[in-house]
Nanobody, 113 residues
């Protein structure tokens, strides 16, 4: 099983980034998938989750209206579109399949002027 995140980087406040997570080694289309993040000195927190058929989305209050989770089951890929980024969004972002306890290695997002 592999989950490989990409798309992180340095962005100014108010900017946007799109994270991707390429999945392999399991039946991606059958599982609820999530994005988590962990900022320095803080616990890992759930950012967003998406059901296997994309009908159910869940977001942390702190990102509602700014972030959008989506998936392409044909490409075995999970996405996180992040708009109106704030310095407090700075963290390592992880893709996860909690049902299988599968985690990616993370991608760094830094929001700073």
């Amino acid at each position: 099983v592999q989950l490989v995140e990409s798309g992180g980087g340095l962005v100014q406040p108010g900017g946007s980034l799109r994270l991707s997570c390429a999945a392999s080694g399991f039946t991606f289309r059958s599982y609820y998938m999530s994005w988590y993040r962990q900022a320095p000195g803080k616990e890992r927190e759930l950012v967003a989750g998406l059901s296997s058929d994309s009908t159910i989305r869940n977001y942390a209050d702190s990102v509602k209206g700014r972030f959008t989770i989506s998936r392409d089951n044909a490409k075995n890929t999970l996405y996180l579109q992040m708009n109106s980024l704030k310095p407090e969004d700075t963290a390592v972002y992880y893709c996860a399949c909690r049902a299988g306890n599968y985690w990616g290695q993370g991608t760094q997002v830094t929001v700073s002027s």
